[in-house]
């Protein structure tokens, strides 16, 4: 009966427990918020912040691995907790993913494809960005962004001196970014476990409503070429990267049908949260899998699906609406008390036998309209 340590108290360690606890794992996690959405699902919660140094060793001493759910805590602690304890996922994956100047440097240096993109060192390479990319270009937050949030749209010279401004007030380092004109976005979920083999998820196609993940179709709608493409990027990071765990890959298929990569997160990600339904492993059970040392199980697609997110502004009717979900659809709610607009509440996974029939039986809901 071996102990899995999470830092993190979020959905995602919510899942990770909920698999693990079926495997017969016991959870503590770590998290600020006593009320946590994994705090509920765990065996052992510790209240305190990703950064107290003396709550994460106290985590360590009660667990046998340790993993994180989130990227933003605390890597210095996690470099720490890695002398000592079983971290398999490392705190330098951690490092590298919590900068988009460290993770798009390190991307270039494998040879992996990624937007053009230049570190913003003072206001004239703000103005030079023009000559570089073009109009419109996106100034990005290194660190600390989430669903969009740090990020803004240069569309014309107009915007140049709020551009200036927000660059000197951010107190933060940024980069712009070449605005990449896509037909779609879609994400790879890798797994590599700890004897170094690897399995891809199926690809997702990612829907965003106002920078947030709106639905993951799966299969995406892509030719068998592209999808080899997608898939061979995905494990070239992987590998280049040494991931112990999950890695996912969000990427956008350009107009010419190439694959360029935007993004990475080192943990499941809410593009996977439909394996829960139509994969026999899950992207939850696949990562305890990995980091515990266990051969990785099978992740081909069961069923056509696509998995729709609830935020706040929707949970009510969903609610409402919950006797006239199709019998194929799945429900996951988060156990979040309070439903505050934008916020991640739960999702759900409609399966059936066509793409477009499970999106007319979306579109009959009427909740995301
Ligand atoms: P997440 O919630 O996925 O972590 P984030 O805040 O870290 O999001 P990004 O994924 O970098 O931000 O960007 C959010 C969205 O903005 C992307 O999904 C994409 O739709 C759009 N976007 C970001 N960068 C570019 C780009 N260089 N060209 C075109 N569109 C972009
Ligand atoms: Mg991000
Ligand atoms: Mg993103």
Request: charged share 20%; aromatic share 6%; proline share 5%.
């Given at each position: 009966?071996s102990t899995i340590g999470i830092l993190g108290g979020?959905?995602?360690g919510?899942?990770?427990?909920?698999?693990?606890?079926?495997?017969?794992y016991r959870f503590i996690t770590l998290d600020?918020?006593?009320?946590?959405?994994c705090?509920?699902?765990a065996d052992q919660q510790i209240i305190s912040s990703y950064s107290d140094l003396k709550a994460a060793k106290e985590l360590a001493d009660s667990s046998d691995v340790i993993t994180y759910e989130f990227?933003?805590v605390d890597s210095n602690v996690t470099s720490l907790l890695e002398k000592t304890s079983f971290v398999p996922q490392g705190s330098?994956?951690l490092?590298?993913?919590?900068?988009?100047?460290?993770?798009?440097?390190?991307?270039?240096?494998?040879?992996?494809?990624?937007?053009?993109?230049?570190?913003?060192?003072?206001?004239?390479?703000?103005?030079?960005?023009?000559?570089?990319?073009?109009?419109?270009?996106?100034?990005?937050?290194?660190?600390?962004?989430?669903?969009?949030?740090?990020?803004?749209?240069?569309?014309?010279?107009?915007?140049?001196?709020?551009?200036?401004?927000?660059?000197?007030?951010?107190?933060?380092?940024?980069?712009?970014?070449?605005?990449?004109?896509?037909?779609?976005?879609?994400?790879?979920?890798?797994?590599?476990?700890?004897?170094?083999?690897?399995?891809?998820?199926?690809?997702?196609?990612?829907?965003?409503?106002?920078?947030?993940?709106?639905?993951?179709?799966?299969?995406?709608?892509?030719?068998?070429?592209?999808?080899?493409?997608?898939?061979?990027?995905?494990?070239?990071?992987?590998?280049?990267?040494?991931?112990?765990?999950?890695?996912?890959?969000?990427?956008?298929?350009?107009?010419?049908?190439?694959?360029?990569?935007?993004?990475?997160?080192?943990?499941?990600?809410?593009?996977?949260?439909?394996?829960?339904?139509?994969?026999?492993?899950?992207?939850?059970?696949?990562?305890?899998?990995?980091i515990c040392?266990?051969?990785?199980?099978?992740?081909?697609?069961?069923?056509?699906?696509?998995?729709?997110?609830?935020?706040?502004?929707?949970?009510?009717?969903?609610?409402?609406?919950?006797?006239?979900?199709?019998?194929?659809?799945?429900?996951?709610?988060?156990?979040?008390?309070?439903?505050?607009?934008?916020?991640?509440?739960?999702?759900?996974?409609?399966?059936?036998?066509?793409?477009?029939?499970?999106?007319?039986?979306?579109?009959?809901?009427?909740?995301?309209?």
């Open positions: 009966d979020g959905q995602l919510r899942m990770i427990s909920i698999a693990g606890r079926n495997m017969g600020p918020n006593p009320d946590s959405p705090g509920q699902a990227e933003n330098e994956l490092q590298i993913t919590q900068n988009r100047i460290h993770e798009k440097s390190t991307l270039h240096s494998y040879n992996v494809p990624v937007a053009p993109f230049l570190v913003i060192e003072s206001e004239n390479d703000i103005h030079k960005a023009v000559d570089c990319f073009g109009f419109p270009y996106i100034m990005k937050t290194a660190t600390g962004g989430y669903d969009g949030k740090g990020q803004w749209i240069i569309s014309s010279m107009d915007d140049i001196p709020n551009a200036i401004e927000t660059w000197k007030n951010a107190g933060k380092d940024m980069i712009i970014e070449k605005f990449i004109p896509f037909s779609k976005e879609l994400s790879v979920i890798v797994a590599r476990n700890l004897q170094g083999q690897t399995k891809t998820f199926p690809i997702a196609e990612n829907i965003h409503i106002n920078n947030i993940l709106h639905q993951s179709i799966v299969p995406a709608r892509i030719t068998a070429e592209q999808q080899e493409k997608a898939e061979k990027i995905s494990l070239k990071v992987a590998e280049s990267l040494q991931v112990i765990g999950l890695i996912a890959i969000e990427m956008f298929l350009t107009n010419d049908g190439e694959i360029i990569v935007n993004e990475l997160a080192p943990r499941p990600h809410n593009s996977g949260h439909y394996s829960m339904d139509a994969c026999i492993t899950s992207q939850f059970e696949q990562h305890i899998r990995a040392g266990l051969p990785l199980g099978e992740t081909s697609l069961l069923s056509p699906i696509i998995m729709v997110n609830i935020l706040g502004q929707h949970l009510s009717e969903v609610l409402n609406k919950i006797s006239r979900l199709p019998p194929t659809a799945k429900l996951h709610l988060y156990g979040k008390k309070e439903s505050v607009e934008n916020r991640k509440m739960g999702h759900i996974n409609f399966l059936g036998s066509t793409i477009e029939q499970v999106d007319q039986q979306i579109k009959e809901l009427q909740i995301w309209t």
